[in-house]
């Protein structure tokens, strides 16, 4: 199983952008899907995440502002960021629970700057 992620970019304060991550192999199960993002000197931390009752769960300064959303039928995850600022400038990697192993797409960058 691999994860794609791809839609990183730079955009200008109160921009949007839309990060995409597709999954692919042999896919059984997808219990839950994640984006989390790392800057640098600090943890990564969970940004917004997805379980497959449909619940959703967000990092709470970004609540109001990005949108997770999966599609179970094509395996993939969006996020979509809105009112971006430059402290949301970080390396963005989409995380899914996938026939209950732990998978990892590779980063994408996201920098918010005049």
């Known amino acids: 199983v691999q994860l794609q992620a791809s839609g990183g970019g730079l955009v200008q304060p109160g921009g949007s952008l839309r990060l995409s991550c597709a999954a692919s192999?042999?896919?059984?199960?997808?219990?839950?899907v994640a984006w989390y993002r790392q800057s640098p000197g600090k943890q990564r931390e969970q940004v917004a995440r997805?379980?497959?009752?449909?619940?959703?769960n967000y990092l709470d300064s970004v609540k109001g502002r990005f949108t997770i959303s999966r599609d179970n039928a094509k395996n993939t995850v969006d996020l979509r960021m809105n009112g971006l600022k430059p402290e949301d400038t970080a390396v963005y990697y989409c995380y899914g629970r996938i026939n209950r192993a732990d998978y990892w797409g590779q980063g994408t960058q996201v920098t918010v700057s005049s």
């Open positions: 997805a379980a497959s009752d449909g619940s959703t």
């Open positions: 192999g042999s896919i059984f199960s997808v219990s839950i």
